[in-house]
C-alpha cells in the first residue's frame, strides 16, 4: 500500500505503479538470499533504496546513474524526519 509518492522526473502513472507493484517480490527474493546486509536492490532500469521502519518501508526509486551514497543520505535525513513531523513510524501515524 503506498502512503505517500513524489516523482521528479515526468513519468507516467502506469510505470510508477509498476515500479512499486515489483518492490514487494523483489524484497522477498532478497530476503531468501544469504546477504542481508545491504538496503538496496538493483535491477536492470532503476536501483531501490529502502529503510524498513516499523511495519512499513521508506522507499527510494532511483535510476542507476544516480549517486547511491547521496541518495543513502536522503534516505536516512527522511527516516529521521518522519517520527518527528508524524509523530510516529506506523501506517496510522505516517498517513
Not at 502513472?13 to 538493483?42: M, W, Y
Not at 536516512?76 to 498517513?95: F, N, T, W
Request: proline share 4%.
Amino acid at each position: 500500500k503506498i502512503l505517500l509518492a513524489r516523482q521528479y522526473v515526468p513519468m507516467s502513472r502506469l510505470r510508477i505503479e509498476g515500479l512499486l507493484a515489483a518492490f514487494p517480490k523483489l524484497i522477498d527474493s532478497d530476503e531468501n538470499s544469504a546477504s542481508k546486509q545491504h538496503t538496496f536492490i538493483e535491477t536492470n532500469e532503476v536501483r531501490y533504496i529502502y529503510q524498513p521502519m516499523d511495519t512499513l518501508y521508506l522507499l527510494l526509486i532511483t535510476n542507476m546513474q544516480s549517486n547511491i551514497l547521496e541518495d543513502l543520505s536522503s534516505l536516512r535525513m527522511i527516516a529521521k524526519l518522519i517520527p518527528e513531523y508524524c509523530g510516529g513510524q506506523d501506517e496510522e501515524s505516517v498517513s
